[in-house]
């Protein structure tokens, strides 16, 4: 259990952390959030992540709640408080507090919420076995390139899914491509030996893992394809696995029931997993990219 939370410019015992009842995000799910893995006691591709959230709340025209410099103080010691060396952080920022009214509020102040959990290591037998998902139509709204909190479909993709027995549910566009995980990118390894991941655009968030695990494949030289592919298409490729900050990379063996290429986790996956995990311990190792001094800064917002 965490020790602590940051709940606007201060850090409070985690289990006393809160926000107030008309928080926008509360009442109306007005805000937008980010998770950044930590690796090795080093975050994960924070420069990216910091990009998105802040290109996440462009979009829905909210200011940033405090300068960059000071979000990545207070997420520094916000670690440090709370030792946490694997895991993830996680930053949610809102509209702020206001009476409850649709349309945005004259005056409301961004309100900003960070929080960290230690996680453990995927276990080898998860690894090993790899996992299934499930097919479900995609029922979400027409910008899913925002990393918004509003998850409803998401959430109920991924009851669906665990009722089901299974780790995750593909999501499924009306002309039956397949969009993206309820909280992960989704991938094949084509009939021809491609890595094929759906473009970014609206349709689907464009994952940090994503687009880091994009550049280590191009950089060993595999074939890969940015575009929509069928669930049909998924069914008969050679491999299938999933990535976001949680799970990094993930064999997929079963889609519906339909086993994926033999049953068994794809030996691409696995050497793509490894490649991750590698980029991931570098970062942990290197001091630059890892977590800095944050000490004396409470109440810094
Ligand atoms: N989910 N697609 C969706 C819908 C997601 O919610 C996520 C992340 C991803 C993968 O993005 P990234 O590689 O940047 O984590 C794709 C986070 C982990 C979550 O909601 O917990």
Known sequence: MPRYA?????????????????????????????????FKGALVDEGPHLDRLERSLRELR??????????????????????????????????????????????????????????????????????????????????CDIKSISLLPNVLAKQQATEAGAYEAWQIDGEGYVTEGSSTNAWIVSAEGKVVTRDASHAILSGITRLSLLKLIREAGFEVEERAFTLEEAKTAREAFLTSSSSFVLPIVAIDETPVGNGHPGILSGKLRARYLDYMAALGADPGGGTGAGAGIEGAA
Not at 8 to 37: K, S, T
């Open 6 to 38: 940051y709940v606007n410019g201060r850090y409070l015992p985690h289990a006393q952390a809160a926000v107030h009842i008309e928080d926008r995000g509360y009442q109306f799910a007005d805000g937008v959030y980010e998770v950044v893995p930590v």
């Open 62 to 143: 909210i200011d940033m709640p405090v300068a960059r410099a000071t979000l990545k103080l207070i997420s520094r010691e916000l670690m440090r408080r709370n030792d946490l060396t694997q895991g993830m952080l996680y930053l949610q920022v809102t509209r702020g507090v206001a009476p409850r009214d649709h349309k945005f509020p004259a005056q409301a102040t961004p309100a900003l919420v960070m929080t960290t959990r230690q996680t453990k290591p995927h276990s080898e037998a998860l690894l090993n076995q790899g996992i299934k998902v499930i097919a479900v139509p995609d029922i979400r709204w027409e910008r």
